[in-house]
Structure formats: C-alpha cells, structure tokens
C-alpha cells in the first residue's frame, strides 16, 4: 500500500518464498466431503478440486458450511468422504505429515498473547521438526523470510498480545507461510484488516500462487475481493455446492440469487466482477 510506504507485495514474492527453500507443487481434490456435528448434516456431499497454481474461494451466507469444510480439509474436524493432496489421501496421514501439506488460517485463531511474533511464526516450522528437535537456521530463515513478506519486521520481539487486530492477523498468516505446505487454506484471510492491507495479504497470496505454484484454497464474505483474486469460485448454502467453475462463469446474478436475498448491482471493471450492495427502497414522503 504506496500511501504507507510500504513495499509492493508482488515484487517481493517474487524474490523469496516464505518457507525458505523448495516448496513441492500440489493439487487438492475434495470427493463427496460431509460433515456432521451434533448430529446435524452441516457439509453435505461437497465435491472440488484445485489444480496446482490455483486459487479458489469459497462463499455463501454464515452458516453454509464453509468454515467447517475448511476445518475438515485441515484435520481439525472428522469427515465422510476423500480430501487429496497430490493424490495423498490425508486422512491415512500422520498429522505432522499432514501439516507439510496443507497450512490453515483460521477465521479465529488461537493466539498466545506472552509469545513473541518471531516465536509465534516459528511455531509453523513445527511439522518439520524430528521428535524433542529445536529449529535450525533453515527454520530461523523461513519464519524470518514470512515475516519479511507481511511487512512484521518491526514487531519481531514484541508479543503477539500487544498487536493491533490487523497485526495479528499479519503475524497468522505469517505462520502459514512459513509452514511451507504447497497448500494454503485461507479462512476469511483479511478479517481484522482495513482495505490497504487486505489488498496487500490478497496480492501476496495472489503473486506466490501463480509464481511459486502454491495450490490455495480460500473463503471470503466479499465477493468483489473473490472474484478480483480468485480463479475459481465455489457458491455454498446449507451445506451443498451451488455453483462453482471459472469467477467469471460463477460470479453471475442467478447464481448469486441462489446464495443470498441481498440486493446488488453486477458492474464489469475492466473484465473483473464487482459486486455492488444496494439498500433497500424507502418511501421518503
């Protein structure tokens, strides 16, 4: 974001990667995903795949579903069903095996407030250590280089707790980075961010998946910014698929219709989609 002075995103993606060394290319495959918790049916037979390179996002009204198939998608929830990473079917996987393959960003974190953010990214480098191991200096450099790419220098020896809302979230997706999975699930990635750095994380997420291969799996509220970064798009309610294919093919006022009650308008800017609410008509007598 220039009025900050802070650096372009993209420029330095393309100079180093986040996780330090070489990240391994993968896609990722959900086939008939379900979810049930308390004995509700809360994902229904979801079903989607993300090549390599690629960015999809999901959306949908609260409560279809999404958060808890990016939780099923990390390990965190028990599912019905097969999610593929490079044809790795991760339930059969270790969690620390798992780890190497998917990084999350929780929409809600849970976040030690006395660590300090160097401490905190550095949690990421978890999945690669051996049993009772300490981080070596290739983990030191991955979570120094995350840092680097969400603009955290300054906040290295400061504790998390002490970060504003939006610094924190930085600091998580820092810790995702650093993982070096080459798949990124993002859950609402810029909650906590004003639209400078919403548009920072999106353009740094956006440059590594396209130049480094990074397979990312995303949900988001706004669908302007969906459409805008992603490449596919995923339109859920009550825990089953809508619509999905290419932003362009899925972004449309019918399939919107289907998903929320919300008037909008559909502007094209410069061939991107853009959502604009409208508010209710009033009588002004």
């Known amino acids: 974001m220039t009025g900050r002075g802070r650096r372009n995103p993209r420029s330095t993606a393309a100079a180093h990667v986040p996780g330090g060394a070489a990240r391994t290319a993968a896609d990722l495959t959900c086939d008939g995903v379900s979810v049930s918790l308390g004995g509700r049916r809360i994902v229904d037979g979801v079903s989607l795949a993300v090549a390599t390179g690629r960015w999809c996002t999901i959306a949908g009204p609260n409560g279809a579903g999404k958060t808890t198939l990016v939780r099923a998608i990390a390990g965190l929830v028990a599912y019905d069903g097969s999610v593929r990473v490079g044809g790795a079917a991760l339930d059969r996987l270790r969690p620390s095996a798992r ?23 550095l949690l990421g480098r978890t999945a690669h250590l051996p049993p ?14 995350a840092i680097d790419e969400l603009d955290l220098g300054p906040f290295c020896g400061r504790h998390v707790g002490s970060l504003s809302g939006g ?10 980075l650093a993982q070096s999975s080459p798949v990124l699930v993002l859950d609402e990635p ?11 994380v999106l353009d ?8 480094r291969g990074l397979t990312v799996l995303s949900t988001m509220h706004d669908l302007t910014l969906a459409g805008a970064y992603s490449d596919e798009l995923v339109l859920m309610t009550e825990g089953r698929v809508v619509a999905s294919g290419p932003v362009a093919e899925t972004l449309t006022a019918e399939n919107l219709a289907l998903v929320t009650r919300a008037r909008f308008r559909l502007l094209d ?12 008509a009033r009588d002004h007598r």
């Not at 610094?167 to 995702?176: C, D, K, Y």
């Not at 810029?190 to 920072?200: A, N, R, S």
Request: proline share 8%.
């Open 190 to 200: 810029t909650t906590g961010l004003d639209l400078g750095y919403q548009q920072d």
């Open 167 to 176: 610094e924190r979230q930085r600091a998580v997706i820092a810790r995702a």
């Open 132 to 145: 009772l191991g300490v981080e070596s200096a290739v983990d030191l450099d991955a979570a120094r280089g």
């Open 269 to 280: 800017e410069s061939g991107r989609t853009v959502v604009v609410p409208l508010p209710l």
């Open 99 to 121: 780890a190497r393959l998917v990084a999350l960003v929780p929409q809600q974190p849970v976040v030690p407030p006395a660590i300090t953010v160097l401490d905190y990214v």
């Open 204 to 211: 740094l997420v956006s440059a590594m998946c396209r130049e």
